[in-house]
């Protein structure tokens, strides 16, 4: 079995999960879908866009964190 490559917004998102001492599973159930859905989001396997906004929000990252860290 191959492993799955995060995206940059992926990774982005499990570092601040790490700073946030927070799981994958604490954060879908905070914006609202399944683990499994939020990790396909995270390996760009489905765009997100529903949650997008919810995820940047529960976490405290701003456009910029993006734009640097696809950089």
Excluded: C, H, W
Aim: hydrophobic residues 35%; glycine residues 6%; aromatic residues 4%.
């Amino acid at each position: 079995m191959r492993k799955r490559n995060l995206t940059p917004f992926g990774r982005l998102v499990n570092e601040q999960l790490v700073k946030l001492n927070m799981t994958q599973k604490k954060l879908a159930e905070k914006v609202g879908t399944s683990e499994v859905y939020l990790s396909m989001i995270l390996r760009g396997e489905r765009s997100g866009q529903k949650y997008l906004d919810k995820i940047m929000k529960v976490l405290d990252i701003n456009k910029n964190d993006i734009t640097r860290n696809i950089k």
